[in-house]
């Protein structure tokens, strides 16, 4: 990147800082991130993966088509075989097709609760950074508060209590993980609310929460991205314990975690293997696409403010 | 120094405040208030207010909350109906089983993750240094009780060395009377936090390699040996306590689910069994414990911190 390049950055950002012009340093700002993310192999694998569970996950059931209903103790524990690929569970219902029903569960709830999660701590972080002082001080207690409470253990309660269904649990979820994601976004915020346009948009009698959504939240907007993203890897991973502790979502309902849950009671009973493998090697998977591709773009922010 | 103990102490009780107060609310979301949890749902009015009475559940809560707080203060933690025992004697039964297997496996951990950590960071780039992270990308990513159960499938089931379940010995003596039986519980509760200590340590040393303090050491004519673990080493370990602080509640949740898979009797497996009968008592003692043993944790952490780093002045 040239010299000249970026002073036309600069002035393009002070204008639409002013709010003369859209703020149009963003393209830029996600092309360069672009860039370097493509660089990293790992990362479009990850990707890739994503894409492919996400077509085999939505678009599967309707070319793999099977009954995840009704239960049909005929087929009890079935082994694999050309009717059935992966065999069946120990209710009948065919192992591909409820891996499917099972990964729908998984990644709607993990996105939903990572999105919600993420916009939450977002909005709260950084009105408690920019107010500062007293209300930061409180604001902030309640996050050390909400951070310090044992989150699998009120998870666990709160399933209890309310039965999750797979909208509930979403919140059930979210409510742990935004703590840590508002103390980011707070951080962010205080580095940044001294910077020359966040105070002209004060000098020039702009509303403090214009400020907070028009000109932090856009510039934060690399931390905030990156968070989201281990944010989904972390919430599948929760949703799986609560599956795998009876406590997740309900029949006929199911995820990957569920369906490993139902895998331990058979283990010692023979050799069961596509209870138990398939839905624990694609949990790991997407885990750890999320985590590269959250990696990637840590790198690819990160650089661009180097690049500055 | 003064003035930072009492500040951060000062906030650790206001937290204390918040924690136990969301915990006391979390009771009255009980679907009909914790009367419906013990008494069902068949209960008649008469019934549920003779309970509501008696324990209290009647009156405001603030008041509720004060006597609560009153009890915790005097060490009592509650009484389990359904297992017709207090919690603390739960506690005094099931905590010392939890913090052996807490502590076997934090320490194996440490022992794996901090030199290797440092291992990666000194060689990074190489190839020892991949395939170490690719081992801590699977240890983030593999859920805990995945990696229990294709252990137990492994080593129990295919090949009999290692029994499935942990030591169900009643007290610690028993417990720590069949190691073999701890191996794999042990095994699968350190492979999860290695990761955690390794990425965090190398990241750390990477930190402390380009300070200027190194390049003064190299320039005294220090020996390559001599910078990394005289210098580097210590400087990143300092990192490690306050990460070791916040990690109480994943340590917490971790040791729940190996002992479920493990079927471990501790204090996690109590508390789930707690969580499948409804058993508010208990699930509110044990939560609470657990809180305060975070909250007392990090404020330890932080103070230590600024013991050892002499840099940090809040």
Same mark, same amino acid.
């Not at chain 1, 009876?246 to 029949?251: H, K, M, Q, S």
């Not at chain 2, 009156?59 to 297992?83: A, M």
């Given at each position: #990147?040239?010299?000249?390049?970026?002073?036309?950055?600069?002035?393009?950002?002070?204008?639409?800082?002013?709010?003369?012009?859209?703020?149009?340093?963003? !393209?830029? #700002?996600?092309?360069?991130?672009?860039?370097?993310?493509?660089?990293?192999?790992?990362?479009?694998?990850?990707?890739?993966?994503?894409?492919? #569970?996400?077509?085999?996950?939505?678009?599967?059931?309707?070319?793999?088509?099977?009954?995840?209903?009704?239960?049909?103790?005929?087929?009890?524990?079935?082994?694999?075989?050309?009717?059935?690929?992966?065999?069946?569970?120990?209710?009948?219902?065919?192992?591909?097709?409820?891996? #499917?029903?099972?990964?729908?569960?998984?990644?709607?709830?993990?996105?939903?609760?990572?999105?919600?999660?993420?916009?939450? =701590?977002?909005?709260?972080?950084?009105? +408690? =950074?920019?107010?500062?002082?007293?209300?930061?001080?409180?604001?902030?207690?309640?996050?050390?508060?909400?951070?310090?409470?044992?989150?699998?253990?009120?998870?666990?309660?709160?399933?209890?209590?309310?039965?999750?269904?797979?909208?509930?649990?979403?919140?059930?979820?979210?409510?742990?993980?935004?703590?840590?994601?508002?103390?980011?976004?707070?951080?962010?915020?205080?580095?940044?609310?001294?910077?020359?346009?966040?105070?002209?948009?004060?000098?020039?009698?702009?509303?403090?929460?214009?400020?907070?959504? !028009?000109?932090?939240?856009?510039?934060?907007?690399?931390?905030?991205?990156?968070?989201?993203?281990?944010?989904?890897?972390? +919430?599948?991973?929760?949703?799986?314990?609560?599956?795998?502790?009876?406590?997740?979502?309900?029949?006929?309902?199911?995820?990957?975690?569920?369906?490993?849950?139902?895998?331990?009671?058979?283990?010692?009973?023979?050799?069961?293997?596509?209870?138990?493998?398939?839905?624990?090697?694609?949990?790991?998977?997407?885990?750890?696409?999320?985590?590269?591709?959250?990696?990637?773009?840590?790198?690819?922010?990160?650089?661009?403010?180097?690049? !500055? | *120094? /003064?003035?930072?103990?009492?500040?951060?102490?000062?906030?650790?009780?206001?937290?204390?405040?918040? /924690?136990?107060?969301?915990?006391?609310?979390?009771?009255?979301?009980?679907?009909?208030?914790?009367?419906?949890?013990?008494?069902?749902?068949?209960?008649?009015?008469?019934? &549920?207010?003779?309970?509501?009475?008696?324990?209290?559940?009647?009156?405001?809560?603030?008041?509720?909350?004060?006597?609560?707080?009153?009890?915790?203060?005097?060490?009592?933690?509650?009484?389990?109906?359904?297992?017709?025992?207090? /919690?603390?004697?739960? &506690?005094?039964?099931?905590?010392?089983?939890?913090?052996?297997?807490?502590?076997?496996?934090?320490?194996?951990?440490?022992?794996?993750?901090?030199?290797?950590?440092?291992?990666? @960071?000194?060689?990074?780039?190489?190839?020892?240094?991949?395939?170490?992270?690719?081992?801590?990308?699977?240890?983030?990513?593999?859920?805990?009780?995945?990696?229990? $159960? $294709?252990?137990?499938?492994?080593?129990?089931?295919?090949?009999?060395?290692?029994?499935?379940?942990?030591?169900?010995?009643?007290?610690?003596?028993? $417990?720590?009377?069949?190691?073999?039986?701890?191996?794999?519980?042990?095994?699968?509760?350190?492979?999860?936090?290695?990761?955690?200590?390794?990425?965090?340590?190398?990241?750390?040393?990477?930190?402390?390699?380009?300070?200027?303090?190194?390049?003064?050491?190299?320039?005294?004519?220090?020996?390559?040996?001599?910078?990394?673990?005289?210098?580097?080493?210590?400087?990143?370990?300092?990192?490690?306590?306050?990460?070791?602080?916040?990690?109480?509640?994943?340590?917490?949740?971790?040791?729940?689910?190996?002992? /479920?898979?493990?079927?471990?009797?501790? *204090?996690?497996? @109590?508390?789930?069994?707690?969580?499948?009968?409804?058993?508010?008592?208990?699930?509110?003692?044990?939560?609470?414990?657990?809180?305060?043993?975070?909250?007392?944790?990090?404020?330890?952490?932080?103070?230590?911190?600024?013991?050892?780093?002499?840099?940090?002045?809040?």
């Amino acid at each position: #990147m040239s010299i000249e390049a970026s002073g036309t950055q600069a002035i393009l950002a002070s204008e639409a800082e002013l709010g003369l012009v859209p703020v149009t340093n963003q !393209r830029g #700002m996600f092309r360069r991130a672009l860039e370097v993310f493509v660089e990293n192999k790992l990362a479009l694998v990850g990707l890739g993966f994503i894409v492919f #569970m996400l077509l085999f996950c939505f678009i599967g059931p309707h070319i793999y088509v099977t009954n995840q209903v009704d239960t049909n103790l005929d087929n009890y524990l079935c082994t694999p075989s050309a009717q059935h690929l992966l065999g069946c569970n120990e209710l009948g219902y065919d192992e591909l097709g409820r891996l #499917m029903v099972g990964g729908q569960t998984s990644i709607e709830v993990g996105l939903a609760a990572a999105i919600v999660s993420v916009l939450v =701590g977002t909005l709260y972080g950084a009105i +408690s =950074g920019f107010a500062g002082g007293f209300v930061d001080a409180i604001m902030m207690r309640v996050v050390d508060a909400g951070l310090s409470l044992p989150s699998l253990m009120v998870i666990m309660i709160l399933s209890v209590i309310f039965h999750p269904t797979p909208v509930t649990i979403i919140f059930i979820i979210a409510v742990f993980y935004w703590f840590g994601v508002a103390r980011l976004v707070r951080g962010e915020t205080l580095a940044l609310r001294n910077r020359e346009y966040v105070q002209a948009v004060k000098v020039i009698g702009g509303r403090p929460l214009r400020s907070v959504i !028009r000109h932090i939240v856009p510039n934060a907007i690399g931390t905030i991205i990156v968070q989201a993203t281990f944010a989904v890897a972390d +919430s599948i991973l929760t949703l799986s314990v609560l599956g795998f502790l009876t406590l997740g979502v309900a029949p006929p309902n199911t995820d990957w975690g569920s369906m490993l849950s139902g895998g331990l009671t058979y283990i010692q009973g023979g050799n069961y293997w596509w209870l138990i493998y398939p839905p624990g090697i694609l949990i790991i998977l997407i885990c750890i696409s999320f985590n590269f591709i959250g990696d990637a773009l840590r790198d690819a922010f990160e650089t661009r403010l180097q690049r !500055r | *120094m /003064v003035g930072f103990l009492i500040r951060r102490t000062g906030q650790a009780i206001f937290v204390l405040f918040l /924690v136990t107060l969301a915990t006391l609310l979390l009771v009255h979301l009980f679907p009909g208030g914790p009367v419906r949890a013990l008494l069902g749902p068949r209960a008649t009015p008469f019934q &549920i207010a003779y309970y509501n009475q008696q324990y209290g559940f009647d009156q405001p809560l603030y008041v509720q909350y004060l006597k609560w707080v009153n009890q915790l203060i005097h060490g009592n933690l509650g009484f389990s109906n359904h297992l017709n025992q207090s /919690v603390n004697s739960l &506690i005094a039964q099931d905590l010392p089983k939890t913090v052996i297997l807490v502590l076997l496996g934090t320490v194996v951990s440490l022992l794996f993750g901090i030199p290797l950590g440092v291992y990666q @960071a000194v060689h990074r780039n190489s190839v020892a240094d991949y395939a170490l992270t690719a081992v801590s990308f699977l240890g983030y990513s593999t859920p805990t009780f995945f990696l229990g $159960i $294709i252990l137990v499938d492994w080593f129990s089931v295919d090949v009999h060395i290692f029994p499935p379940f942990a030591p169900q010995g009643s007290t610690v003596g028993a $417990i720590l009377g069949d190691p073999k039986a701890l191996i794999l519980p042990v095994f699968t509760y350190a492979f999860l936090l290695y990761a955690l200590w390794s990425r965090y340590m190398r990241s750390s040393v990477l930190d402390n390699l380009v300070q200027d303090y190194v390049r003064t050491a190299r320039a005294k004519g220090a020996s390559e040996r001599r910078v990394v673990w005289g210098h580097v080493f210590r400087n990143s370990l300092v990192s490690i306590i306050t990460l070791l602080g916040l990690s109480i509640p994943s340590l917490v949740g971790g040791a729940i689910l190996i002992e /479920v898979v493990f079927n471990y009797p501790g *204090m996690g497996l @109590a508390f789930y069994s707690a969580a499948l009968n409804v058993d508010y008592e208990v699930l509110l003692g044990l939560t609470v414990l657990a809180t305060v043993a975070t909250v007392v944790g990090n404020l330890l952490a932080d103070i230590g911190y600024a013991v050892l780093d002499p840099r940090v002045r809040y």
